[in-house]
């Protein structure tokens, strides 16, 4: 009984976290933009006051089913993928329900609410929404391949599939996956690029193109619930990423409160370093065409991949 | 509860609601007219409207505001009464330039409007001839204070009066060929 306590306190610590950090680094995300246009910007909470605001439009437009489910199953994806992420080494805190094999459960589930994306931006009939979603999956069978070739890599070279082991496999040898595998690691960052999709991989949103692409007809409510799964998706992956390569956070043999506290900021600032580079990328890129992201993905990043493979196998 | 700001008297969840209407004002630029190619500067880095929380929207179902630009061609003005009633409630007007107050310099011109709140409410005005960006700053700032006291109810009046805002359209309007409600 106690034990079910813990673990509902853990997720619901857990979505909270996630939900604060995702939103305050897309501020964050926005002020240092500003600042590199040489602009005052917004304040760092500005999501926190947008999210409010589409809470609080008073009416929505129907366009069907899977158009109300859209939002819905968005957050539901985004919460379940994070469910079965160990937020911390040494779960005792966060115990979510990570299991050995989560890793290819998670590489699953991880497109889930792009999908529910597509199938409810479908309905809605507005052709910018089409083409954004065609676009989405396009991108998508881009950088999944380099992503999926170096999680590969990471799986020969521990010969398991669940994250906590890879992450206490680093801890017990010290030396972060980053360094022991750079071209699986090299590889995984490229298809991040594309997972954020700041610049140039914003072909999906491409605001003044599309319309925003996929959801160009969602407004108020929907789109605030929209950029809250969104969020929690982004801490998600970077967290993720972080487990994977950079060893988490955390120690097994020490889950003290202050501990604990400290794994987080450990965690919060590795994960902000990580979030800088597709970040740092966009400022600086203007926007590719599809084909163009395609072939970006399936060349340099596919090519460490491989090689990334051929590393750990030997 | 009720808060009491600048002797306005709010129950405090339509408080806290008006503050963050105020604060973040999604913008949908209909740009028509002279007055479109003040925005760019009014967003970008001079002016930086973003500061106050005001951020371009890409389709009427995201926006909060829509902007009007200057003259309306009575072409334009099927497609503004379109845009307008995709928005969804709460939803603002701000009109820009004297063309979309009295006609401007092309009051007697065949093919535009003159009086832009004959067809859709208008929440602000801006005149000028065209406004610089520190006017249409001071625009927002008028509309997020008409915000703030809980007063921009245009859009409800739009509804409660519609019938005669659909006889001023239609006289425009010649090839009425849409539904009559949009939303
Ligand atoms: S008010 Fe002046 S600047 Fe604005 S649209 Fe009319 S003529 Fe152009």
């Given at each position: 009984m106690e034990d079910l306590a813990i673990k509902i306190l853990g997720a619901v610590l857990t979505?909270?976290?996630?939900?604060?950090?995702?939103?305050?680094y897309g501020g964050f995300v926005r002020k240092l933009t500003a600042r590199v246009q040489n602009r005052r910007g917004p304040v760092v909470y500005q999501n926190f006051i947008d999210l409010l605001k589409l809470q609080s439009k008073t009416t929505n437009i129907a366009h069907g089913f899977m158009h109300h489910m859209a939002p819905i199953w968005m957050i539901i994806a985004s919460l379940t993928t994070l469910m079965f992420l160990p937020i911390l080494n040494g779960?005792?805190?966060?115990?979510?329900?990570?299991?050995?094999?989560?890793?290819?459960?998670?590489?699953?589930?991880?497109?889930?609410?792009?999908?529910?994306?597509?199938?409810?931006?479908?309905?809605?009939?507005?052709?910018?929404?089409?083409?954004?979603?065609t676009r989405g999956l396009s991108q998508m069978v881009g950088f999944e391949i380099p992503f999926v070739m170096s999680l590969i890599a990471l799986?020969?070279?521990?010969?398991?599939?669940?994250?906590?082991?890879?992450?206490?496999?680093?801890?017990?040898?010290?030396?972060?996956?980053?360094?022991?595998?750079?071209?699986?690691?090299?590889?995984?960052?490229?298809?991040?690029?594309?997972?954020?999709?700041?610049?140039?991989?914003?072909?999906?949103?491409?605001?003044?193109?599309?319309?925003?692409?996929?959801?160009?007809?969602?407004?108020?409510?929907?789109?605030?619930?929209m950029m809250t799964a969104n969020s929690i998706f982004s801490f998600f992956k970077l967290t993720l990423y972080v487990n994977l390569f950079m060893a988490g956070a955390g120690n097994i043999n020490d889950v003290g409160i202050v501990a604990t506290l400290i794994a987080i900021v450990?965690?919060?600032?590795?994960?902000?370093?990580?979030?800088?580079?597709?970040?740092?990328?966009?400022?600086?890129?203007?926007?590719?065409?599809?084909?163009?992201?395609?072939?970006?993905?399936?060349?340099?990043?596919?090519a460490l991949g491989l090689i990334g493979i051929v590393w750990a196998l030997i | 509860m009720t808060i009491t700001e600048n002797n306005i008297k709010q129950p405090i969840g339509e408080y806290i609601q008006n503050w963050a209407r105020k604060h973040s004002l999604f913008v949908l630029a209909y740009g028509t007219g002279c007055g479109a190619i003040e925005i760019p500067p009014t967003m970008t880095s001079r002016y930086d409207a973003e500061r106050f929380g005001i951020r371009g929207a890409a389709t009427p179902r995201q926006a909060d505001v829509l902007l009007i630009t200057g003259y309306l061609a009575t072409k334009s003005l099927k497609r503004v009464i379109r845009v307008y009633e995709q928005m969804q409630d709460p939803k603002y007007v701000i009109a820009f330039g004297s063309c979309t107050i009295n006609g401007g310099m092309y009051y007697d011109s065949y093919n535009t409007i003159n009086a832009l709140d004959r067809y859709i409410p208008v929440d602000v005005y801006i005149n000028g001839c065209m406004p610089r960006p520190e006017a249409v700053i001071s625009g927002f700032v008028e509309l997020q204070k008409q915000i703030a006291s809980g007063n921009a109810y245009n859009a409800t009046k739009y509804k409660e009066n519609l019938?005669?805002?659909?006889?001023?359209?239609?006289?425009?309007?010649?090839?009425?060929?849409m539904p009559d409600y949009n939303w």
């Open positions: 979505t909270i976290m996630a939900f604060t950090v995702g939103m305050f779960n005792l805190w966060f115990p979510n329900i990570s299991f050995h094999g989560d890793l290819i459960f998670l590489l699953y589930m991880m497109v889930f609410g792009s999908l529910g994306m597509a199938l409810g931006a479908g309905q809605t009939g507005n052709p910018n929404s089409a083409i954004g979603v799986m020969i070279q521990y010969k398991t599939t669940s994250i906590q082991d890879i992450m206490i496999a680093q801890n017990e040898s010290g030396i972060w996956n980053m360094f022991s595998n750079p071209f699986a690691f090299l590889a995984a960052l490229f298809a991040m690029f594309g997972m954020f999709r700041y610049s140039p991989f914003d072909i999906v949103g491409a605001p003044a193109e599309l319309a925003s692409g996929p959801v160009s007809e969602f407004g108020g409510k929907y789109l605030g619930t450990i965690l919060l600032i590795k994960t902000f370093a990580l979030y800088m580079v597709p970040v740092f990328y966009g400022w600086v890129s203007p926007r590719y065409r599809t084909e163009q992201a395609i072939r970006y993905f399936w060349a340099w990043p596919s | 019938e005669w805002y659909r006889e001023n359209q239609k006289k425009i309007i010649k090839n009425w060929r």
